[in-house]
């Protein structure tokens, strides 16, 4: 019951960041691989490390993604440190990292999808890949968001 309302709680955060700082979000009635999809919201979330190799080197492949599809982005650093051109980053705190985290470490680089009309979490991907690699997986998520999988 505790971890519903984290995540409850959770979601109403992204949704409020989506309102009031990323006005311009992408919605899912807009291409992505060719593909048209009904209107709704999403955010791509990263965590990271300042310290990680891995973060380092997936960062513009991540933030290239973001810029060529206009979905909107938010990052959170683990240890509180910003990467070079990550502007959107926040601090977690421990109980937004055990929603996207239950009874684990973290493990970073890691990037969900939240689906603020469904209030739901989607693993993408945790390592660092290549932008195809991010392209085809992003794009899985979003086919299964559209069928309500």
Known sequence: MRKKIHKML?????????????????????EVNGLEYKSQKITLILFYMSTCGHCKKFTPVLSK??????????????DGNKLPGLSNSFNPTSEEISVFFPNQVPSVP?????????RKIYPVLKGSASYSQLEKRVSYIIERIKYGK
């Open 10 to 30: 959770l979601f109403y955060i992204i949704l409020f960041i989506n309102i009031c700082i990323f006005q311009d979000s992408f919605s899912l009635s807009e």
């Open 110 to 118: 890691a990037v969900f999808i939240a689906d603020s009309e469904y």
């Open 65 to 78: 993604f973001v810029e060529n599809t206009g979905i909107s982005f938010i990052s959170f650093s683990i």
